[in-house]
């Protein structure tokens, strides 16, 4: 009876040891950054949907991510592109604000979010439409 407890238990290990290395093969060795390492912006929303001159403007992030990246190891960079110049504030974080600049027609200011973490970077755009 205990050489079969033996057998079974070796028998097991065994399979063990060989889902192990199938799962790290399968990761790319388990080493390091692995390929699975992601960062990206899913969608930059901004309110209010029509913002007019002198309104208070707030442009948002969602942002996802995966492997060895986390939350706290991102880093956001928001810079204005184009339109008339507008002063961010928070642009080093998920949700930047800024003051609807005074238009005399619908103008367009561009916003750009840079995230990035563990050597890994996305960037994406947002045109926010201000009224009169």
Same mark, same amino acid.
């Given at each position: ?47 209010? *949907?029509? %913002? =007019?001159?002198?309104?208070?403007? $707030?442009?948002? +992030? !969602? &942002?996802?991510? #995966?492997?060895?990246?986390?939350? @706290? ?8 592109? *184009?339109? %008339? =110049?507008?002063?961010?504030?928070? $642009?080093?974080? +998920? !949700? &930047?604000?800024? #003051?609807?600049?005074?238009?005399? @027609? ?27």
């Amino acid at each position: 009876m205990t050489l079969n407890f033996l057998a079974s238990r070796r028998i097991f290990m065994s399979i063990g040891l060989a889902v192990c290395v199938l799962a790290l093969s399968a990761c790319g060795g388990g080493s390091g950054t692995s390929s699975s390492d992601g960062l990206s912006i899913d969608s930059l929303t901004y309110s209010p *949907s029509t %913002p =007019s001159s002198g309104d208070p403007v $707030s442009a948002v +992030a !969602t &942002v996802s991510y #995966t492997g060895t990246v986390t939350s @706290s190891g991102i880093t956001y960079a928001w810079t204005q592109t *184009s339109g %008339p =110049s507008v002063s961010l504030t928070g $642009s080093s974080a +998920a !949700t &930047v604000y800024f #003051t609807a600049p005074t238009v005399t @027609s619908s103008t367009e200011v561009v916003l750009k979010l840079t995230i990035s973490a563990n050597s890994v970077s996305a960037a994406k755009s947002v045109t926010i439409t201000v009224s009169p």
